[in-house]
């Protein structure tokens, strides 16, 4: 009768620590290998798209330069061409002008020796 009023509790039974230790370091083990997989997967996503990505930049940056080089090119032939017009028309001022065109580049050296020389 004494059994009917206490009943055996099925929880009081403790498991041995050495069991549960051991049930916890494989336990520990399998979410370390999980971890671990899912780490080198997501490298390996990160390292292709980083890969992707360097090759078509490196695509931009090819055609860009393409680019800049051609307008560069087409600056350069204009800036050649102005500096050749300002020649002819300094060359025409100077034959029309002669005397006033060599007081003005003395002007210009005294100047510029005034300020070079402080």
Known sequence: ???QLNP????????SS????????????ENAKHAKDAAVEKADTLKDV???????LR???GETAINLKGVAGEQWQDTCLKAKELQASLEDSVRANPTKAVLTAA???????????R
């Open 107 to 117: 002007a210009a050296g005294f100047i510029a020796g005034l300020i070079l020389r």
């Open 18 to 29: 050495q069991g549960a230790a051991d049930e916890l370091r494989v336990a520990a083990g």
């Open 59 to 61: 695509e931009g940056a």
């Open 1 to 3: 009768m004494n059994e």
């Open 50 to 56: 980083v890969s992707s990505r360097a090759a078509a």
């Open 8 to 15: 055996p509790n099925p929880f009081s039974e403790t498991p």
